[in-house]
């Protein structure tokens, strides 16, 4: 079990916004996290990777937490934010550094990860550019090139799709598939639904803080039998027996 | 509409009143006072040696007031959400233009008088002008400033397939040709020409600004440009907001970055080394403070100022640095990476002890140049020695510990 998220209350205040929420990735599993606007997802993701720690409930990584070892929890997640934050007096050879360094790689076998990763992605002649000349897409192709550098056992991606290229989004979903084959966890959180449908092994549906339900596709639709078809309908249909 | 430009007027002016406040600090007011007397004196001076018929007088006095009448920018206040925002207004904003221009004129005015106050005495030597005369550059000038203000809001308007009625040779090239007029001839012919100039853009922008839109983007970075040059020099005196400071690549230092090893250990060494030096937030302090101090040893004489002067600057600089601890805290990754609390400290401690140690080397060196005696060059460099390992060594980690603590 890569990731285990057990009972956790949380949020940013003391007003929880993660009401009792539970569910896990195993290895070489890709689970998407799906949810409306303030459903949950980013507190989720928050809580995770360590930003903000739980009022109730544990998260384990392997085993392990991040009160018994932040280094060693730190070191098997990788993370994508959904707005790409970047050091703005480093180069993207120095971000790319960067990341070696704090993941303790191997300087050459990571170089040469980061260049199939920055051919793939059209980064590689601009290497000494400076974040504040690349477009939103590039900067977002900058986090993925950065954490898909690593050999993180647990892959943390936030919406990974908005504003980047077509092209991008099918490197970007066979990189995935890649790192999944060799055993790595993902947990993604998107809005883009038929994408999700297609890719994910399984999905959390996060609705006011809590997990609606959970599954693969047909669970889903067995769960859901009058719903429809796609994850589209029944997400559509979930979130309207609450509007009511 | 101009009860919208009177709100941010109000807010404006609540704004700068607070900086300049800042700005006007006891200090700052007596050295200013001891400059502008020093430059009296030396006015008065000059103008002992001068007589009339000089023939570079009046080219002189052109370039003067040429300068001056371009002082004193076209203030809008437009933010940038307003072209969003009141797109849907666009005509009603020809009220808050014209109010905005009627703002403008203030400083703008003042400045144009003042110069003018200050040129008088150089008139009546050099030209033998009386004090009518005088006043008639005086109109001249306030006319020509209305005009060019003037140019500015027509051209807050886009014209298709025309030149920006403001561009920087038409203002030149006006104002040039009417204070010329004005010194070689007679300033009222100058004064009539100006009236003209100033009526024929008024005539032609009430006929024209109806049917046309305002230039959004040009107004807003134009406004922004204005704002940042103020804000720029509010920042000398004390940190504004506003001003984040810029990144320069800076190549040539890239040889010393490198020295810094790529190993786990090194990597927040590697980060705070890097946007030290590329930043000019931080580095522009360190070097301001160093450059003054140095000035300043280079001048002073005593057994003892020398040290304290150097101790004073080394605390003032070390106790800046710390917030820059702080720096990257907003950055994901600071906290997402597997790197511990305690080796991102023990780099910082490295970078405040390297900063520390170079400024007081220079210090001292100065101390030691310009006195070149034993007693003070010895006291300067034990204290400065010992204040540098006490404060990068001691107090920052001390300080930035309990400031985490008390976070949380």
Known sequence: ?244 | MIQLFKNRRARHLREMAKYLRLVFNDFFVFALLFFLGGLGLGYSNLLKTLTSGLWWAPLVALVVLGITVQVGRFATLIEDADRVFLLPKERAMQGYLVAARRYSQWLAQATQLIVLFIMTPYLRVTLSWSLATVAGLAVTQVILKDTLLRLDLASAYQVTGQRRMNHWTNKWGLSLIVLAVGLWTNPWIAAILAVLADGAVAVWFQQHWQRQQIRWREQIALEDNRMLGIYRFFNLFTDVPMVSGTIHRRHYLDGLLRRIPVRHDQAYLYLYSRGMLRGTEFSGLVVRLTVIGMILLAFIQGTWLPVILTALFIYLIGFQLLPFFQQYDDIVFTHVYPLTWEQRLRSFVQLVTLILTTTAGLMCLVVILADRRLLPALGTVGVAAVEVWYLARVYTPQRLKRAAQNKG
């Open chain 1, 1 to 244: 079990m890569a990731l285990t998220v057990s009972h956790v209350v949380g949020g940013y205040s003391q007003i929880p916004v993660l009401k009792d929420i539970s569910f896990d990735v195993k290895d070489g599993e890709l689970v998407g996290l799906i949810g409306l606007n303030g459903a949950g997802k980013s507190t989720t993701i928050n809580h995770i990777i360590g930003l903000l720690t739980p009022h109730k409930g544990t998260i384990t990584i392997n085993g392990v937490t991040i009160t018994q070892d932040s280094q060693a929890y730190k070191q098997q997640i990788a993370y994508i934010p959904e707005t790409p934050v970047l050091y703005q007096e480093l180069t993207l050879r120095e971000h790319l550094e960067m990341a070696m360094m704090a993941y303790d790689l191997d300087q050459d076998q990571a170089w040469e990860t980061a260049k199939k990763l920055l051919k793939t992605f059209r980064l590689a002649n601009k290497l000494d550019w400076f974040p504040a000349n690349f477009s939103k897409g590039m900067k977002q192709k900058v986090m993925i090139v950065c954490a898909f550098l690593t050999q993180a056992k647990l892959f943390i991606i936030d919406e990974p799709f908005l504003g980047l290229d077509p092209l991008a989004v099918n490197d970007l979903l066979h990189l995935i598939q890649e790192r999944k084959a060799q055993g790595a966890s993902i947990l993604m959180s998107t809005h883009v639904l038929d994408t999700a449908q297609r890719y994910c092994d399984r999905f959390v549906l996060l609705h006011s803080g809590q997990v609606k339900t959970e599954g693969t596709l047909s669970e889903l639709q067995a769960a859901l039998p009058e719903a429809g078809e796609s994850l589209n309908d029944i997400y559509l249909s979930m979130t309207k027996v609450d509007r009511q």
